[in-house]
């Protein structure tokens, strides 16, 4: 009798354990330093799902089954594989790397447990595989700086110079990422499959021309200080931005007595359709538009910066938004709109300015 309850019981205890099968997963964060458990955000990741902490504190997680999963946390660029077994509870110990860096706007700061890094110094991820490794003085690299993926595989590779660094990335298939000379002032960027994605060159940290590219090697976009051009894949001309002269600042935008007055350019925005043929220009005064590395986005135009926007339809005017009093913000400073009836212009109606970007998109469709 007493060894039939005891096989009831055990069975009892699987049921209840095949009803809760799912695996909780606690990592704990030690400063190598301090010895301190450090809070932090993170999660895990298989090849189809994330799994984020259940609870407020982001102590654990319930995972389905046991493996390989990638713990990523903002202690770390990239993520580490970790090995959870077939228990009820995981609990795993990461300590943090005692070689850390800041990176400001011009420059990147080492640190080793709270110091600035001096001699030669190696950091590690969580999980102990080599992260970093090189040679500092007074928080500054002296020497080349190897950089590490979890894997083992190479991540970037920094050489130091008194005009600037060279830092070369790489994709973890060992292919270059990423090539970047600020003391030549060049940057190239790749794809994965090795094609060029990107090539720029700077004049005093300054963005001066850039080349784009699609993955199959047909130019994408071409930037430089007064000009913009944007390709589709077929190699057909769809955008172009033209910086034309300096203008007045004074007469473009209101200032006070004391305000420094930047330099205030006259840009022409030309759309073209697929065929080729003019579809939208857009005049209007910015300062350094055309300097973003991103593309060209009309909404970063201040309102009050559109002169005027002029619509085609078969390679002929047929609709044109005028702003009479560009530089100004008033609200009875009102867009006036025209319509092209047989050679003739019409006005049609006006629309407070605040309204330019809707009616971009509107007519734009």
Not at 121 to 150: H, R, V, W
Not at 199 to 213: G, I
Request: glycine share 6%; charged share 20%; proline share 4%.
């Amino acid at each position: 009798m007493m060894v039939l309850r005891m096989k009831l019981l055990f069975l009892l205890f699987l049921g209840a354990h095949s009803i809760h099968s799912q695996i909780s997963y606690t990592p704990i964060f030690l400063d190598s330093c301090s010895y301190l458990i450090t809070p932090c955000n993170w999660f895990l990741m298989d090849n189809e799902n994330r799994y984020d902490p259940i609870d407020f504190d982001l102590l654990h997680v319930e995972v389905p089954t046991a493996g390989i999963y990638q713990l990523q946390s903002n202690l770390n660029s990239t993520a580490f594989a970790v090995n959870i077994p077939n228990e009820a509870v995981v609990i795993d110990t990461f300590y943090i790397s005692r070689l850390q860096f800041n990176t400001y706007v011009n420059y990147t700061e080492y640190y080793y447990c709270d110091s600035l890094a001096n001699g030669e110094l190696s950091g590690y991820y969580p999980n102990g595989q080599l992260k970093i490794s090189g040679t500092f003085d007074g928080g500054q690299l002296m020497s080349t700086a190897n950089e590490y993926y979890p894997s083992g595989n190479i991540l970037s590779t920094t050489i130091p110079h008194t005009k600037g660094i060279h830092c070369i990335s790489y994709y973890e298939n060992g292919q270059i990422k990423i090539d970047q000379n600020e003391k030549k002032g060049r940057s190239t960027h790749y794809f994965e499959n090795g094609q060029v994605a990107r090539k720029s060159r700077y004049d005093h940290s300054a963005l001066s021309k850039e080349f784009s590219f699609y993955e199959t090697g047909t130019p994408l976009s071409i930037r430089r200080k007064r000009l913009y051009q944007h390709y589709n894949l077929v190699g057909r001309l769809t955008e172009e931005i033209e910086r034309k002269r300096i203008s007045n600042g004074r007469s473009i935008i209101q200032y006070n007595k004391d305000e420094e007055r930047p330099k205030i350019y006259d840009y022409t925005w030309t759309s073209y359709d697929t065929t080729g043929s003019i579809s939208r220009m857009i005049y209007f005064s910015e300062s350094n538009f055309l300097q973003t590395p991103l593309f060209p986005n009309f909404a970063n135009i201040p309102e009050n910066r559109f002169k005027k926007i002029v619509y085609y339809k078969y390679g002929e005017p047929y609709l044109m938004i005028i702003n009479p009093y560009p530089g100004y913000r008033s609200l009875q400073n009102n867009l006036i709109i025209y319509e092209n009836l047989d050679g003739v212009w019409f006005e049609t109606k006006r629309i407070a300015i605040d309204q330019i970007y809707e009616l971009i998109r509107l007519y734009s469709a």
